[in-house]
Structure formats: C-alpha cells, structure tokens
C-alpha cells in the first residue's frame, strides 16, 4: 500500500517543466504543457481535415470532418435540446477537447521527457473547466431572461431561499470539478490496485476500460451536466 500512496502523491503533485526560450529558464506547469499539446493535436487535425473543403466532390477527409462534428454536435443537441443551439458549438469543443484529455495517457510511447499524463488530474484545470461551465450557464440565463429577471430569479419561489440560490452558483462549478477530478483519479487508484493485486493481463484488460472507455464516459457526463444546467436555465426563462 505504500506504494500506492507514493503513486497517488506522484499523480497530485503539479509538476514542472523547465523550458529555456531566449536564454531564459521558464517553468510551466506539466498540465499546460499538456494541454498546449492537445490545442496542436486538435487545431492540427481541424486543419488536415477540412484541407481543400468543397460544396461538391467531397474528398475522404473533409467527409471524415463532417462526420466528426455532426456527431459530436448531435450528442451535445440531444442533451440541451433545440433552445441551446447557440451553445453546441463551446460544448461539442468541450467534449472533444476533455475526451482527448482523459485518454491521451494511452498514446505514450516514451517520445518525451514527461509523461504524457492526463490535463484533468490537475484539479486546477478542472476547476478551470468548471469556472468556464458555470459562467456559460449564467450567460444562457442573463441572456433568455434579461439581467433584471436573472436577479429576480433568485428571490423565486420566495425571496428567503435567495441566499441558497446565491450560494448555488458557486456550489455548481465545485461539484463539476470535484466530480471530474474525482473520477480521473478514482480510474487510476482502481488500476494501481489491480496491478498489485491481480495477474498482469487483467489490468491489461482493464486498461481497456479506465483508460479509454471510462475517460470518454466521464468527458460525456461533464457536457452533460452542464447542458442540463444550461437546459434549466433556458426552461425557467420561458
């Protein structure tokens, strides 16, 4: 078990990286770097992808394009419904750019001098992720309902409760990161523990599962949470 609890101290720690632009010593932190990586996996593969785009005679790639978003945009359509539209475009990039995140461990083959460890075990980067959901959230309200019935909105029901609807706000973003964060790291416990404790081919299997499946599920319920807070907000306005 000490181990275990070396390997959980290790995943919680920020780490650094040293950088020399200029002649100068930088340090950034090991999730910025990884998540610079992902902008250049994604704004790369848009850019490859939608390479000589056409109306007509549509190559492989761009068709490859088309059905990348389309589906990304009916998963997130189908849970904020049709009044959210305006929003999809944020939360499909959300879902894509978390599920990237949640997997991206997968893929390291040992190229770099840092590991290419998941964004989201940083929880300063979930909360960061859950910061940019909640005020996205309060934008959709403002914006159906007008600032002055956004305001009157936490005296509803009744005017004594607006202390708790107040208090809402700030309670929504910490429960999207802690649950993002917790469920990364819940993964990755889980995994240690199989592979102290089973033979090596279960935990291969299992990888299977936490590393690509569960990552993708917990990207999915993160845009889901929030459309459905979005969602809440836009129905209250009617």
Known sequence: ?????????EELNVHYITFHPFGMECQVA???VMTWIIMIIMVGLAIFLTAGMSVHHITKRQAVAELIVTKLEGIVEGMIGPGGKRYVPYLATVLFYIGLSNIIGVFDLGLFEFRLKPPTKDLNVTAALALMSICLIEYAGIHSRGAAGWLKSF????????PLNVLEIFIRPLSLCMRLFGNVLGAFT???LLKMACPPVLPAAA???FDLFD???QAYIFVFLTSMFIKEALIEAE
């Not at 078990?1 to 101290?9: D, F, K, P, Q, S």
């Not at 005296?155 to 607006?162: D, G, M, Q, R």
């Open 1 to 9: 078990m000490g181990n275990l609890a070396e390997r959980l101290e």
């Open 30 to 32: 090991e999730s910025v």
């Open 155 to 162: 005296a509803e029901p009744i005017a004594v409760i607006a």
């Open 190 to 192: 889980i995994m240690e």
């Open 207 to 209: 990888s299977l599962y």
């Open 215 to 217: 990552g993708l599920i």
